[in-house]
């Protein structure tokens, strides 16, 4: 089974921005790939999704900020996120969709002045 580990995770100022990366053990070039988050008390949301061909889709709340992209050369999936916002911060998770779907650990984003 492909094994996700996310990074990039941090502390910013609101309108800051943070680059997180999803490194799999293995390729994922073929799946269909996503990045969801869950801040304290609310439920896990998908904030975007890359599929093998690279279209992507986003929730509401995040387009226009964040950007999901994938490295042709490596096993790595991308998350650009740019303007941040408090009502941001959460803990970030890479999923692999395609069944049997597989999460990694997560990845602190704090955003606070």
């Known amino acids: 089974q492909v094994q996700l580990v996310e990074s990039g995770g941090g502390l910013v100022q609101p309108g800051g921005s943070l680059r997180l990366a999803c490194a799999a053990s293995?390729?994922?070039?073929?799946?269909?790939m996503g990045w969801y988050r869950q801040a304290p008390g609310k439920q896990r949301e998908m904030v975007a999704t890359?599929?093998?061909?690279?279209?992507?889709m986003y929730a509401d709340s995040v387009k226009g900020r964040f950007t999901i992209s994938r490295s042709s050369g490596e096993n790595t999936v991308y998350l650009q996120m740019n303007g941040l916002k408090p009502e941001d911060a959460a803990v970030y998770y890479c999923k692999k969709i395609t069944n049997p779907s597989v999460w990694g650990q997560g990845t602190q984003v704090t955003v606070s002045s």
């Open positions: 293995g390729r994922i070039s073929e799946f269909y």
């Open positions: 890359i599929t093998s061909s690279g279209s992507t």
